[in-house]
């Protein structure tokens, strides 16, 4: 009879109810789309700043970041030394890791610096690099250089062309496969194998940082820097802190707004609720009556309609949680360029969410335990 | 036979209106009684408060061992379920519940629901091929036999029935006076309030009420 009952009240206010039904998946949807993309926020997030570049660095102690003479500048690592111990650590968050040394060569008598890397592994570093031409895909590849824009423009380069380097006495000549267009310091530099800036300045497996690009939070990053630093006694491993500390601000920030967007929207689905039980429990003062003077306790006759305001959260939760997957996954696309997967706990998370917004709407349900059923019955 | 109800200087007070001033009688076990009087003679307020609606400002109101005056909330919404019937002049059904459904509210408040049970007290009166209808789409005579349906289902100690016949046409009072005495000569003690003296003449006893005072009571035979 309780089903048969909860049934026939749902249908018979079904006008008022839809009402209500309509603000709770609105709610549901927006909220599970914001708890959907709260969960996959960091993720996404760290992904995105791990298309800014490298967030990890490791320099000799008080490391000067190039040499300009002399190959025995103290501000030198071994390279077989430092790249496989970091072999060893190498995790999967390690996106990338690309050993650099720096020189300032001379290109047709003008100075130009010159950064000797893994080329292949750099493109890694910073995914966002434009290329015009093509990318150098061997580390090996001693023939092959990429250059700047800012420096292909000075210089009149352009991809296929050939490129003198001379340093020290010494010569290289290289072919530009592509200009990179990076936005940053790399606009400047002619960009070369590892290998090549060694030969030129006699620096044979030698190199003066290393760069890094971790992924997580800034929290794992620091973790996994600690872990570094303690494996490479004798070098300097630090976060770059403008990028860490961006992005555990931005996602802290978004977390909060998140929050505060997901509370606000169940405050005004609870007033919406409200309103509409407001309006229900005035037009129910009969019925209420009546069932009082049949003998139902107000615990029994409340509950019911309870009963009814929890189904239609639950509903209003489920419906809206599959317009959110779909909300958030049109929000991914959007915003991050890829897809926000749904996340299931979500589902029973927003359902909970939305009966309880809908059970404190209910509370004018609560002047339901007032009505005198002799008043009601003589009709006034 | 044994009294059913016992009323000993019966008071209520709505503010300064007084309501009724100290009503005392009893009622034997499978009795008919109508309460007369003119309006605000305390005829609904006497009803009421037997049948737990409310509350005596003063005085006993004995019903089956029970004083209603002494119950609680609770006890008054139990006393409700178990022991009275009612039968309201407006018929006070619940309109989005069909006839079958509304004869089950009140099984579902007393204990627990008897589909078949509750499609035999329509049968019987007389509505077999309405109990799937909703009351809008009754007469007021047969949403009346609902009604008595509705309250006769639990098998309760008294049936109070206030004005019955108040809001039918002449046909359907028929219908409904024929229930009553149905249900008085199968042993159903009724208490029944009505403006109409030929239904009262129908009851074993007429209790008058004017002001809050009882008049008279009498046996239907003497008043005549």
């Given amino acids: 009879m309780f089903t048969r009952l909860l049934w026939k009240l749902l249908h018979a206010s079904r006008g008022r109810l839809v009402i209500a039904l309509v603000a709770l998946v609105s709610g549901a949807a927006v909220i599970s789309a914001l708890l959907n993309l709260q969960f996959d926020i960091e993720r996404k997030l760290t992904q995105e700043f791990r298309a800014l570049g490298a967030n990890l660095v490791i320099a000799p102690s008080h490391a000067a970041q190039s040499i300009g003479s002399g ?44 950064a000797g890397t893994w080329l292949d592994e750099a493109t890694k570093l910073a995914p966002t690099w434009r290329i015009a031409g093509s990318p150098v895909a061997s580390r090996e590849d ?3 250089c990429l250059v700047g824009r800012n420096v292909a423009q000075q210089l009149k380069l352009a991809p296929g062309a050939q490129l003198e380097l001379s340093y020290l006495g010494r010569t290289a000549r290289i072919t530009i496969a592509g200009v990179v267009d990076v936005g940053g310091a790399e606009d400047n530099q002619v960009l070369v194998n590892l290998p090549v ?14 760069q890094l690009s971790v992924n997580g939070t800034p929290k794992t990053i620091t973790s996994y820097a600690q872990r570094l630093a303690t494996s490479l006694p004798g070098f300097e491993v630090r976060p770059i802190r403008q990028v860490t500390e961006a992005e555990g601000e931005l996602l802290s920030r978004i977390r909060l707004l998140i929050l505060s967007m997901v509370l606000l929207i169940l405050v005004l689905t609870g007033l919406c609720v409200l309103a509409t039980m407001a309006a229900l429990a005035m037009e129910r003062r009969e019925d209420v009556g009546l069932m009082k003077a049949l ?14 305001v929890g189904v239609l959260g639950a509903v209003g939760g489920l419906a809206g949680c599959i317009a959110g997957v779909a909300l958030s996954h049109w929000m991914g696309q959007r915003v991050f360029g890829t897809a926000i997967s749904a996340r299931w706990e979500i589902f029973p998370l927003t359902v909970a969410l939305m009966a309880g917004a809908a059970l404190a709407g209910a509370l004018p349900l609560r002047r339901l335990g007032n009505v005198k059923p002799a008043v009601i019955l003589r009709g006034e | 036979m044994a009294t059913l109800v016992h009323v000993e200087g019966l008071r209520k007070e709505f503010g300064n209106v007084r ?7 009893k009622v034997e076990e499978g009795e008919w ?10 005829k609904t307020t006497l009803i009421n408060i037997l049948g737990g609606l409310d509350t005596p400002t003063g005085g006993q109101a004995v019903v089956n061992g029970t004083d209603v005056a002494r119950l609680n909330e609770a006890g008054l919404t139990r006393y409700r379920a178990e022991k009275i019937g009612f039968i309201f002049q407006q018929f006070h059904l619940v309109p989005y519940l069909t006839a079958l459904e509304n004869v089950m509210l009140a099984q579902y408040f007393h204990s627990t629901t008897d589909e078949t049970e509750a499609h035999e007290a329509l049968v019987r009166v007389g509505l077999k091929d309405r109990v799937t209808h909703l009351p809008a789409q009754l ?20 049936v109070l029935a206030d004005e019955p016949t108040g809001n039918l046409d002449e046909a359907n009072q028929e219908t409904v006076i024929q229930l ?45």
């Fill in chain 1, 71 to 114: 190959a025995d500048s103290p501000a030198l690592m071994d390279q077989a030394a430092v790249m496989s111990q970091l072999e060893k650590m190498r995790t999967q968050e390690v996106v990338a890791a690309a050993p650099y040394l720096y020189i300032i060569a001379q290109v047709r008598t003008k100075p130009v610096i010159v």
């Fill in chain 1, 142 to 144: 001693a023939t092959s």
């Fill in chain 1, 197 to 210: 800036t060694q030969d030129l300045a006699g620096l044979t497996g030698q190199i003066g940082l290393v």
């Fill in chain 1, 295 to 308: 003998g139902g306790s107000i615990s029994r006759i409340v509950g019911l309609f309870l009963a009814e």
């Fill in chain 2, 19 to 25: 309501a009724l001033a100290g009503v005392s009688f």
């Fill in chain 2, 33 to 42: 009684i109508a309460i007369m009087g003119p309006s605000g003679s305390g």
């Fill in chain 2, 139 to 158: 007469s007021g005579g047969e949403q009346q036999r609902v009604a008595v349906a509705r309250a006769l289902i639990n098998h309760p100690k008294l």
């Fill in chain 2, 180 to 224: 009553l005495r149905e249900l008085h000569n199968e042993g159903h003690t009724i208490l029944m309030v009505t403006h109409d003296p030929a239904l009262g003449c129908l009851a074993d006893r007429r209790i008058d009420l004017a002001h809050g005072r009882l008049v008279q009571v009498a046996r239907v035979a003497q008043t005549l």
